[in-house]
Nanobody
Framework: QVQLVESGGGLVQTGGSLRLSCAAS????????MDWYRQAPGKQRELVAR???????NYADSVKGRFTISRDNAKNTLYLQMDSLKPEDTAIYYC?????WGRGTQVTVSS
């Protein structure tokens, strides 16, 4: 059974940093293409970052240079390091593997 559990969200001031974690079970993160998405109030869910099975990464233009996706194979966990946070980054952040989604973690950036 596949399970994805996000953590690490919270309230941070503009310019601050957070690291989100997505602990996976039922899949092997090191050989899985996985994504981080976010959904802000009243907006559609959008792709934030993607890591391929080979480890290559892609980012939404809005987060390039500020966010970094990575994985820890030993911990079977996907991460999203978020730096230089802005109020427009406020959203619920989700990790995804194929059609499986976690429940999300709330990130709030105050101005």
């Amino acid at each position: 059974q596949v399970q994805l559990v996000e953590s690490g969200g919270g309230l941070v001031q503009t310019g601050g940093s957070l690291r989100l974690s997505c602990a996976a079970s039922g899949i092997i993160v090191s050989i899985s293409a996985m994504d981080w998405y976010r959904q802000a109030p009243g907006k559609q869910r959008e792709l934030v970052a993607r890591m391929s099975t080979g480890g290559s990464t892609n980012y939404a233009d809005s987060v390039k240079g500020r966010f970094t996706i990575s994985r820890d194979n030993a911990k079977n966990t996907l991460y999203l390091q978020m730096d230089s946070l802005k109020p427009e980054d406020t959203a619920i952040y989700y990790c995804r593997w194929i059609t499986y989604w976690g429940r999300g973690t709330q990130v709030t950036v105050s101005s």
